[in-house]
């Protein structure tokens, strides 16, 4: 045994082992077993995601480039065609249009007014859980029943709103749904009605996550209110802003339930949106093969915006917080 002389105690005593590290074969054998258990934990998801989500774009890609009925498989190849089809038809060019006025009204009217009624909702006011229970309430109901609904409102001769409309002198009623000039916003009407409580919650727990010292400091430096929300409550609502104009677009981009049950697309296509002309040639006239070619152009269109939208707009939130987490720590 190897020893080794103790200054302090005069004599020499036993010399202390050397760390013996645990053998490779252990360590290999425990990262095997943490890989393993997040192959495990991972495996369904993936496998769900490879079924419902990468299956389903590679298949409609793979049909965008072929004259198909949906019967049989797919035999009659003709490349690119379809594409040039879609982006030259006078129909498309139109949902592409209308897609732009939907987005258009819901930034400049449906979102700030969901941003006002979530600065009021903020107040001290006597009873604004009810008030926010019921502003909310509409964004639970689906779509098809949000249809329906308003179909019955605005039935001509029966619906409220042919009634509602009489008391002030107007013909209103059920032909806005009916016009050309006026289906379109009738539709961002519903559509307000349907979302902008799904907004309104979004601003609203930015604004009570606002540190209430902030403008408390802004009006002891004599601010008023609006300069307070201006400079203070405004840009640090930004991230809850970008990520309710993502949504907003994202979702006009694939609007279609709503669309179909309340109006069809029609009057003469005036209130038709790019899925729904979609439904239209894919399941109406087995026009498969240019059903796929549709999808896979709303497909680009939204991963398009969205990496965009994710390397410009979204990115330096997101490298926010992981800064603050990381100060945190």
Request: net charge positive; no cysteine; glycine share 10%.
């Given at each position: 045994?190897?020893?080794?002389?103790?200054?302090?105690?005069?004599r020499?005593?036993?010399?202390?082992?050397?760390?013996?590290?645990?053998?490779?074969?252990?360590?290999?054998?425990?990262?095997?077993?943490?890989?393993?258990?997040?192959?495990?934990?991972?495996?369904?998801?993936?496998?769900?995601?490879?079924?419902?989500?990468?299956?389903?774009?590679?298949?409609?890609?793979?049909?965008?480039?072929?004259?198909?009925?949906?019967?049989?498989?797919?035999?009659q190849?003709?490349?690119?065609?379809?594409?040039?089809?879609?982006?030259?038809?006078?129909?498309?060019?139109?949902?592409?249009?209308?897609?732009?006025?939907?987005?258009?009204?819901?930034?400049?009217?449906?979102?700030?007014?969901?941003?006002?009624?979530?600065?009021?909702?903020?107040?001290?006011?006597?009873?604004?859980?009810?008030?926010?229970?019921?502003?909310?309430?509409?964004?639970?109901?689906?779509?098809v029943?949000?249809?329906?609904?308003?179909?019955?409102?605005?039935?001509?001769?029966?619906?409220?709103?042919?009634?509602?409309?009489?008391?002030?002198?107007?013909?209103?009623?059920?032909?806005?749904?009916?016009d050309?000039?006026?289906?379109?916003?009738?539709?961002?009407?519903?559509?307000?009605?349907?979302?902008?409580?799904?907004?309104?919650?979004?601003?609203?727990?930015?604004?009570?996550?606002?540190?209430?010292?902030?403008?408390?400091?802004?009006?002891?430096?004599?601010?008023?209110?609006?300069?307070?929300?201006?400079?203070?409550?405004?840009?640090?609502?930004?991230?809850?802003?970008?990520?309710?104009?993502?949504?907003?677009?994202?979702?006009?981009?694939?609007?279609?339930?709503?669309?179909?049950?309340?109006?069809?697309?029609?009057?003469?296509?005036?209130?038709?949106?790019?899925?729904?002309?979609m439904?239209?040639?894919?399941?109406?006239?087995?026009?498969?093969?240019?059903?796929?070619?549709?999808?896979?152009?709303?497909?680009?269109?939204?991963?398009?915006?969205?990496?965009?939208?994710?390397?410009?707009?979204?990115?330096r939130?997101?490298?926010?917080a992981?800064?603050?987490?990381?100060?945190?720590?």
């Open positions: 045994m190897a020893t080794i002389h103790d200054p302090v105690a005069g020499r005593v036993p010399a202390a082992a050397p760390a013996i590290s645990p053998e490779p074969h252990r360590r290999d054998r425990s990262g095997v077993r943490r890989l393993g258990t997040i192959a495990i934990f991972l495996a369904p998801a993936l496998v769900l995601f490879l079924l419902l989500v990468i299956a389903p774009i590679l298949v409609a890609a793979y049909g965008s480039l072929f004259k198909w009925n949906g019967f049989g498989l797919p035999e190849n003709v490349g690119l065609d379809n594409f040039t089809r879609a982006l030259g038809d006078p129909i498309f060019q139109g949902d592409l249009w209308r897609a732009l006025v939907l987005i258009t009204l819901s930034l400049v009217i449906q979102l700030p007014v969901s941003l006002g009624l979530a600065m009021l909702l903020n107040q001290p006011l006597r009873g604004r859980g009810v008030y926010r229970l019921l502003f909310f309430a509409p964004y639970v109901i689906s779509e029943t949000t249809a329906v609904l308003f179909t019955l409102v605005f039935s001509p001769n029966r619906g409220f709103g042919e009634t509602f409309s009489r008391w002030f002198g107007t013909e209103v009623g059920g032909a806005i749904f009916a050309p000039d006026t289906v379109l916003y009738a539709l961002f009407l519903v559509i307000s009605w349907k979302y902008f409580g799904l907004h309104m919650i979004l601003y609203l727990a930015g604004r009570q996550g606002i540190p209430r010292e902030l403008t408390e400091a802004a009006t002891t430096d004599g601010a008023n209110a609006w300069q307070t929300f201006r400079h203070v409550t405004l840009p640090l609502l930004g991230p809850t802003i970008r990520i309710s104009i993502f949504l907003s677009v994202i979702g006009t981009i694939q609007l279609f339930d709503m669309v179909w049950v309340l109006t069809g697309g029609g009057p003469i296509h005036a209130s038709e949106t790019m899925a729904v002309t439904y239209q040639y894919g399941f109406r006239r087995f026009e498969v093969g240019y059903a796929s070619a549709i999808s896979i152009v709303m497909f680009l269109l939204s991963l398009v915006f969205a990496l965009a939208y994710q390397r410009f707009v979204l990115r939130d997101t490298a926010g992981i800064t603050t987490a990381g100060v945190q720590r």
